[in-house]
């Protein structure tokens, strides 16, 4: 259906002079306010009259399924609806129709356009919303989309639709990547002293990276166990087995365990295994030049670097050799460990006793068959800063469930831009069906 629409503004303009700033802002305020959302409340009911006239007479092009075998309609009456967009509020009075057979009722236009029966706003207007929330919190996304967008949304309702949003949603089934990397995070949550819940949550996030570098979400759960994500992820019975070749992680007590039916082998972080050093020789009540002096130690030992040359092109001698470095930096960490016990400092040669099998993965997963691991889980660090910037910074007093659904739309938007746009895409449905053409202005006396 074609339409041609003349747009009628009135314009009381001073003879004395008046700047343009002035000009452009009113402008905006008026079409802000009124303009642009009566310009697509008049579109609707001009669709709305010619749905209802194809339908009574049974013309046109667009048809439902007929309410019954003798199917014949009439208008029944004006149903008042309003609907938050983000170019202001459209208010409708779409027409209801009725069968004259069975005395049914229905609006064409709210089955023309695919709404949901109650549903009050627009698809496009809640991604504006949920990706603002994503960056800062409720109460000012409310304040500023008054007053720089005009849409007045409550942060109550603003909370409502990115709690029933299914933006979030990340599939992980049928996934599989060359690295896991998995990590946690505190969060100040909601207590409930009746349910003995207090205000300290537990965020855990887990991310895979695919062959060709790509990033993979893979979710972020609240108060779950590690064991119960890696079931989550994958079940530890699942026929195809492991779903990556090396889990990267910071050795978090229960984490390795929980995954590691996930992966065929396991990487220690090398700069939390050296920072957690300091940690448990303080604990072990260690002076500081002894903590630096050890934690320089163990960074000059398990600093191994991999040829620069493509995999290929390294002769047999040279991987002899790197086999060789990796067993003399093994014995240098017994001694290391050694050294501690008889200096007292037992947590912290411990700490480094269980980790020794797992801090040279890399390479030997690189000797094995030339993937390049990574040996510090900086990348999933990075998504733990944005995340507890969200979650720690600008909030506080989450529930479990708010808080894992910031974090997958965070994770989401971050990691997996394509798969967030097409999400909306196929929300928003933009098929190309709606052309508007500017055809000038023109003024009359």
Not at 177 to 192: C, H, I, M, V
Request: hydrophobic share 40%.
């Amino acid at each position: 259906m074609e339409r041609s629409i003349a747009l009628k503004v009135s314009a009381l303009l001073a003879e004395n002079g008046f700047s343009l700033d002035e000009l452009v802002l009113k402008t905006k305020e008026l079409f802000d306010r009124e303009g642009m959302a009566g310009f697509v409340g008049l579109l609707l009911d001009l669709v709305d009259a010619h749905l209802c006239t194809t339908l009574i007479h049974k013309t046109g092009d667009w048809r439902r399924a007929p309410c019954c075998e003798h199917a014949a309609y009439e208008l029944d009456r004006r149903v008042a609806r309003r609907l938050r967009t983000s170019i202001g509020t459209i208010h409708l009075r779409w027409r209801r129709l009725r069968c004259t057979h069975c005395g049914r009722s229905f609006l064409p236009l709210r089955e023309f356009l695919g709404l949901e029966r109650y549903q009050s706003k627009t698809s496009e207007l809640e991604r504006i919303v949920t990706e603002v929330v994503a960056e800062q919190n409720y109460r000012r996304l409310s304040r500023e989309l008054a007053l720089i967008g005009m849409i007045p949304v409550p942060k109550s309702t603003a909370h409502r639709w990115v709690a029933l949003s299914d933006c979030d949603e990340i599939a992980t089934g049928g996934k599989s990547a060359q690295e896991l990397l998995a990590d946690g995070t505190g969060y100040k949550r909601r207590p409930d002293a009746s349910a003995g819940v207090n205000n300290h949550g537990e965020l855990r996030v887990m991310l895979g990276v695919g062959p060709s570098g790509t990033v993979i979400p893979l979710g972020a759960w609240s108060g779950k166990s590690w064991e119960e994500i890696g079931q989550a992820i994958a079940p530890a019975t699942a026929e195809t087995g492991p779903i990556a070749d090396v889990l990267v992680s910071d050795g978090e007590q229960g984490l390795a365990e929980g995954l590691a039916h996930l992966a065929n082998d396991q990487q220690r972080c090398h700069w939390h295994q050296i920072h957690q050093l300091g940690y448990f020789m303080w604990r072990d009540k260690a002076p500081q030049d002894d903590r630096r002096a050890a934690q320089h130690q163990l960074a000059g030992i398990i600093g191994i670097e991999l040829p620069r040359q493509d995999f290929k092109m390294v002769v047999e001698e040279d991987k002899s050799a790197l086999e060789q470095t990796i067993a003399a930096a093994e014995e240098k960490l017994d001694e290391l460990v050694a050294g501690l016990v008889s200096r007292g400092y037992h947590q912290a040669a411990n700490y480094i006793r269980y980790a020794k099998d797992k801090l040279f993965t890399y390479v030997r997963l690189w000797l094995k068959c030339g993937l390049v691991s990574p040996r510090v889980s900086s990348l999933i660090e990075r998504m733990m800063r944005e995340i507890g910037r969200r979650l720690k910074r600008i909030a506080f007093g989450w529930s479990e469930a708010g808080a894992a659904k910031m974090a997958r739309i965070i994770i989401k938007r971050i990691t997996s831009a394509g798969e967030w746009n097409a999400h909306w895409h196929k929300k928003l449905r933009i098929t190309g069906q709606v052309t508007l053409t500017y055809n000038g202005t023109h003024a009359t006396a």
